[in-house]
């Protein structure tokens, strides 16, 4: 059944590629395009990747409830894509909810679930677990981010839920076999803010990521901070301050291969925004993840890195210095498990692609 579904600005280069095309049609629901977040960026270039024969339609979710835009282009297929979608914002359950019943084949392929433990006190938030039940059993496939979002979706529907990782791992692909260009002794950190939303307090945070930075400069290591999203730069200022470490700081915002080639040169990297580690893997780099809210640990223990996977509420940031020492000493060991764990990860997520790429709608 060929439908008509809507698309919002987001590029014109975009959107010329789109129209011009003569690849079938796929909605694409997920992300925030257009806000310098490089980790939606790398979502989306992920998809269009991965499913390299559609034209990929983003649609995304400005408000509840949903109404679709007045202009439309004709649409077969829906993905509800990589981020935290399900039981989020209540935007993506109405988008999905519409979108999906009216497309041939829809499909869930790296999103994740939110855990209701930090939520459930912030407006405009319910749990909707229940309703998002319903609608992926109209899905035709539905691969989780990881096992954390299996199990509370589990809490609420009986249906098989694959585990697929995060789609931006597919990057990863590029760098798995090239020699490393790590430079012992240089050390990534990343840090943002979180409206109040993660574990623990933000300044608790920034005081054990300060403690952290001033223990690695102090025993010669190179601290070198990333940014991912222009709202995070303050934090990271006030932590680079503190540390003494504000020579290099670097700001990416929508070009995730450039900063993959960057980060490929730190031979340790260290995180809170989910993305600024995912990307940081992809060019396999070992990385420790300070998981600021639970979708963290679960994209860790995807790729069976659980035991990297470090509450914002609870780290010591000197306990870390230790432990990115000895990663930054036995690199080639750190190197190897993480490639060991990425393997299976990567192998998936392209024969699940081809095999949903192919398969044919009607």
Known sequence: ?????????????????????????????????????????????????????????????????????????????????????????????????KVFPKCSMSFVF?????????????????????????????????????????QLMAEYSPQNFDIIGDPVLVFANDYINEPSVAISGKVGLNIGQSSGNQWGSESQMVDEMAALATNLRESGLEVHWYVIWPKDMAITL??????????????????????????????????????????????????IMLEYRPKCRDFMLSINQGDLSFRTDAFNGLEISTIVQEMNRDKEVWTSRLKVALAPVLSKQLLKAKELATKKTV
């Open 1 to 97: 059944m060929n439908t008509s579904w809507p698309f919002l600005k987001y590029n014109l280069k975009t959107w010329k590629n789109i129209l011009s095309s003569t690849s079938p049609k796929m909605a694409y629901v997920g992300g925030w395009l257009g806000y310098k977040n490089l980790g939606d960026e790398a979502l989306y270039a992920a998809m269009v990747r991965l499913f390299q024969n559609r034209s990929l339609i983003p649609i995304q979710n400005y408000g509840f409830p949903w109404s679709p835009p007045k202009t439309h282009v004709p649409i077969d297929e829906a993905v509800l894509a990589g981020g935290t979608l399900i039981n989020g914002l209540p935007g993506w359950h109405s988008i999905a909810d």
């Open 110 to 150: 790296g999103s994740g679930v939110q855990d209701p433990t930090l939520w459930k006190n912030v407006n405009d938030w319910r749990d909707t677990r229940q309703e998002w039940a319903r609608t992926l059993q109209q899905c035709d496939y539905v691969g989780l981010r990881g096992p954390l979002s299996a």
């Open 238 to 287: 006030k932590a680079a301050q503190k540390s003494g470490t504000t020579e290099y700081i670097y700001e990416h915002y929508t070009d995730h291969l450039k900063f993959i080639n960057e980060v490929r040169t730190v031979s340790v990297f260290v995180g809170v925004k989910l993305h600024a580690v995912v990307l940081a893997i992809c060019g396999i780099v070992p990385s």
